[in-house]
């Protein structure tokens, strides 16, 4: 994981821009303490991922005229991926559901309301699964798509140019592909058993020699059955 002194280009130390590429971007107390906490432990290549996720996510749901709640939007995205960074990670867990767990921590702490505290916890503990995530709120779906388009670039083709210029040069990549690379290695290393049956376990599987994870036609198999 990048040092995480590497500060996000374009940022001061206390505060956000109000827009980027046409978003706003929250001014509340909630969201300003959100994004100093994250950026407080998070590399600075991971924060700058959260940030375009969000990014990404609303500007898709603004263009579409689609009404969410933005602060919740904004808040679940700057949140989602504390599943990867050491300090949050359990011995067992997906890290999804490390990150959803830890932001709960944290919002409890900042006294928001539970029933909100739940649509964060969901849509972090739910970012990489699209198939659920997009038939759930859009605050929900926001950040599954933000953070699935910046992975993957999925229709990355439905971003304007300028907006597409304008939100990497707030937030650069810095080195990404190989940061998320490091970080799916090092879960298929310390909790192998963490990515069973999720896609992670395919780099594992590529990269690291007797990995030990089962497929799922390993499971099925397995069966204690006779047939």
């Known amino acids: 994981m990048s040092d995480k002194s590497n500060s996000p280009a374009g940022n001061s130390p206390h505060a956000l821009p109000r827009t980027v590429a046409g978003v706003r971007i929250p001014t509340g107390e909630l969201a300003q303490k959100t994004a100093q906490?994250?950026?407080?432990?998070?590399?600075?290549?991971?924060?700058?991922?959260?940030m375009r996720s969000y990014l990404f996510g609303s500007l898709l749901?603004?263009?579409?005229?689609?009404?969410?709640?933005?602060?919740?939007?904004?808040?679940?995205?700057?949140?989602?991926?504390l599943g990867l960074v050491k300090a949050y990670q359990t011995p067992d867990e997906r890290f999804e559901v490390d990150g959803a767990d830890a932001a709960q921590r944290f919002l409890r702490e900042q006294h928001m309301p539970a029933e909100r505290v739940a649509v964060v916890w969901d849509a972090i503990a739910l970012h990489t699964n699209a198939?659920?995530?997009?038939?759930?709120?859009?605050?929900?779906?926001?950040?599954?798509?933000?953070?699935?388009?910046?992975?993957?670039?999925?229709?990355?083709?439905?971003?304007?140019?300028?907006?597409?210029?304008?939100?990497?040069?707030?937030?650069?990549?810095?080195?990404?592909?190989?940061?998320?690379l490091d970080n799916i290695?090092?879960?298929?290393?310390?909790?192998?058993?963490?990515?069973?049956?999720?896609?992670?376990?395919?780099?594992?599987?590529?990269?690291?020699?007797?990995?030990?994870?089962p497929t799922v036609e390993d499971l099925l198999l397995a069966a204690p059955f006779e047939e």
Do not use: W
């Open 185 to 213: 290695l090092s879960l298929c290393r310390t909790k192998p058993m963490s990515v069973l049956m999720h896609p992670f376990a395919e780099v594992g599987r590529r990269h690291l020699p007797e990995f030990p994870v």
């Open 131 to 180: 198939g659920i995530a997009m038939r759930k709120r859009p605050e929900i779906a926001v950040v599954c798509v933000g953070s699935g388009m910046d992975f993957s670039g999925n229709e990355l083709q439905r971003i304007p140019p300028d907006a597409l210029e304008e939100i990497l040069t707030a937030f650069p990549r810095e080195g990404f592909k190989q940061d998320a």
């Open 61 to 81: 749901y603004d263009r579409r005229g689609v009404p969410y709640d933005r602060e919740l939007a904004f808040v679940a995205a700057a949140l989602h991926d």
């Open 37 to 50: 906490f994250v950026r407080s432990v998070s590399s600075g290549t991971l924060y700058n991922h959260v």
